[in-house]
C-alpha cells in the first residue's frame, strides 16, 4: 500500500491508467477511482466496493469534449444548459445507447457524469482519462471523511491512496437529463 499526498504524482497516473483502482480526494467525498475507459479496472471497482452489479457509477471527466469519447452527443440546447451544472459538484445522467459502454451503463442506457471543479482533480483526469468514482466505503457503509476511514474499509484491496486530510462528505447532485429537463434524483 502507498500512500500519496498529492494527484500530481507520475507513478499514481501510471497506475490507474494501467487499470488499478485507487482511493483520492474528489471534488466531494474520497472517491474509489479506475480508468472508466477499462472494463476490468471497473469491475474490480465493483467488487472491491461489494456494490450491486446493476447499480452504474459515476463518471468523472476533464472537459466536456470527454463525453465523445463515450459516444454521448447532446441537442444544442442541452449543450447550452450544461454551463448551469459544470464544472462543480452535480452529476448529469445522459442517454449511452452504445453497447461498447454497457458494463458502464449496467443496462441503463444512461451514464451519468460530473464534470468537477476542482483544477488538480481536472488536471489529473487529463493524465489518465475519465474514472469511475464511487464513494470510498462498502455499498451501504459510511463514505470515508478521511484516509484513515478509506484505509480501514479497504486495506490492501487497493494499493494507493490518496491522502487530502478530512473531507465532510458531501456527494454530488445526480440530475437526470434524459427527457431533455432536468430531473433531481438526489
Known amino acids: 500500500m502507498i500512500i500519496y499526498k498529492s494527484l500530481n504524482n507520475k507513478m499514481l497516473i501510471k497506475a490507474v491508467q494501467s487499470?488499478?483502482?485507487?482511493?483520492?480526494?474528489?471534488?466531494?467525498i474520497y472517491g474509489i477511482i479506475a480508468s472508466a475507459t477499462n472494463k476490468s479496472?471497473?469491475?474490480?471497482?465493483?467488487?472491491?466496493?461489494?456494490r450491486t452489479p446493476e447499480k452504474p457509477f459515476i463518471i468523472l471527466i476533464a472537459d466536456i469534449a470527454d463525453l465523445g469519447i463515450f459516444n454521448v452527443s447532446l441537442p444544442i440546447?442541452?449543450?447550452?444548459?450544461?454551463?448551469?451544472?459544470?464544472?462543480?459538484?452535480?452529476s448529469l445522467i445522459l442517454s449511452c445507447d452504445n453497447l461498447k459502454y454497457d458494463y458502464l451503463s449496467r443496462g441503463t442506457k444512461t451514464l451519468a457524469f460530473r464534470?468537477?471543479?476542482?483544477?488538480?482533480l481536472r488536471d489529473f483526469i487529463r493524465k489518465t482519462g475519465p474514472l469511475?468514482?464511487?464513494?470510498a466505503n462498502p455499498e451501504g457503509g459510511r463514505p470515508s471523511e478521511d484516509i484513515n476511514d478509506a484505509i480501514d474499509y479497504f486495506k490492501n484491496k487497493?494499493?494507493?491512496?490518496?491522502?487530502?486530510?478530512k473531507i465532510?462528505?458531501?456527494?454530488?447532485?445526480?440530475?437526470?437529463l434524459t427527457s431533455g429537463f432536468p430531473n433531481k434524483i438526489r
Request: glycine share 6%; with cysteine; hydrophobic share 40%.
Open 132 to 135: 469511475v468514482a464511487p464513494s
Open 115 to 120: 464534470l468537477p471543479a476542482g483544477r488538480f
Open 158 to 165: 487497493i494499493d494507493y491512496y490518496v491522502d487530502h486530510g
Open 41 to 50: 479496472a471497473v469491475e474490480k471497482v465493483y467488487k472491491i466496493k461489494e
Open 168 to 176: 465532510i462528505c458531501q456527494s454530488s447532485s445526480l440530475i437526470d
Open 19 to 28: 487499470g488499478k483502482p485507487a482511493v483520492i480526494p474528489t471534488d466531494t
Open 77 to 90: 440546447d442541452l449543450m447550452a444548459r450544461l454551463a448551469d451544472y459544470w464544472p462543480g459538484p452535480n
